[in-house]
């Protein structure tokens, strides 16, 4: 008895010819009258997380959908959404994208780092374009593995609703992904939206605000005030050093910690008196609540990682280098970056994705395979911190690429090159760049 597959329907049927059978049936032994079969599932094992992956060869003009696991037409809606990556040379939404494959601990993390500036993104209407939201989830649904995506976003952000991928529905990019992922972090709790991946865990990072169920957000006034005002930034550097300020806002113990804190009270006196400056802020203690929260998290990280140069001093230096020291990133990157790296508490009884475990032996104890979405200013000190931590260099980027993409906020696959920015080898498509999260 031979067994091929039904052109029509793609399901595995009795042949006659042993040209018309099929690698991928085979004859059912369990049931008394013999029939045809899918194959069964056959495991392969990587070095070092097991997945399931199952082949099947579908009919000319369908496609398989992992998700119903049948064979669906190709010009379809869902047929579309599964091939669009596979087809598509452009990125719509970033201005940068790069990628590193970092050795930690002996766990080798595979970092995306993705780029933006939030302003608004116009639609373009190309076929071989798509749009980073569209790409985003299908990189998560693809994956066999647990993806930690990275948000630049309000930690406890609430009652984000999404309004459907398409970036034009958004103010922009940034609001997006915010959006259609943002009732991730809640892991399916009671009256919060669902989130549509069980193998993503979704991290909120940016510490400028504080949330609120009603009303407004605030913002840190510590933040506010030295990305508002010039003089303020200027008369504090004039002042103090920059190691100090920096070890200053991330709780660090520092010889003229009461110096610095006496400034602060008397420049926002001041600042106080600006009713523009009153309303949108929150109160100080918000500052001291950071604190607390980013040295949890970092002395987590130092006791769980090893890591080959002092991680605050890398930091610093990574951040002091900058002509005009942007201390909003301090108030962000630090945390982010202990998250990125540390371990997760096996023994912490919250709720995490399925397939995302922290108990027992799993390797998801930290982050393996990342995405960073962000403003591609958190990006690029995020890359410098990097190479001066692991002297490594990406697998590809954009870093090469004459065109800034700031325009059209589209990223080509001939923007993208190899480190030393020669062109990528057996990369045709966009799909092409991310087989390593497949």
Sequence with gaps: MLCGINQKTGRCMKVENKKDSSFFCEINKTVKQKRCRRKTKRKEKPKRDSSIKIKYRCPPGKIYNPKTKRCVNKTGDIGKKILITSQT????????????????????????????????YKHHKQSDTIEITTLLKKIIRKSSHCIDFYSENAPYNIDL?????????????????????????????????????DNLRYHNWDLRFETRNQGPWKSNPYDELLFRYKNAFDDLNKKFSKVSIIKFLLGFPISNFKS???????????????????????TKDILDERRKLIQKEYQK?????HFPKDFLTTFISTYKSLKDTDYTLIFTDFYMLCRMFMKFDSSSKKKTPKRCPV??????????????????MHIQNIIVFLERMFQCKPVYTTRFSKSSNLENKIISLQSIKDSKGRKLKDITAIDDLFTDFY
């Design 359 to 376: 108990q027992g032996k799993s390797n998801y104890q930290t982050s393996q395979y990342l995405i960073v979405y962000a403003g591609d």
């Design 161 to 197: 609703k999404a309004r459907g991928k398409a970036l034009q529905k958004y103010s922009d990019p940034l609001t997006a992904i915010r959006r259609e992922f943002g009732g991730c972090p809640k892991h399916n709790l009671p009256g919060y939206a669902k989130c549509d991946y």
């Design 301 to 305: 990280c130092m006791k769980s990682v």
């Design 260 to 282: 610095i804190n006496t400034f602060f009270d008397t420049t926002f006196q001041w600042a106080m008196k600006r009713e523009s400056f009153k309303k949108i802020v929150s």
């Design 89 to 120: 040379t452009k990125i719509g939404g970033p201005i940068s994208l790069h990628y590193y494959k970092i050795n930690v601990n002996d766990i080798e993390k595979k970092i995306l780092l993705f780029g933006d500036i939030h302003t608004h």
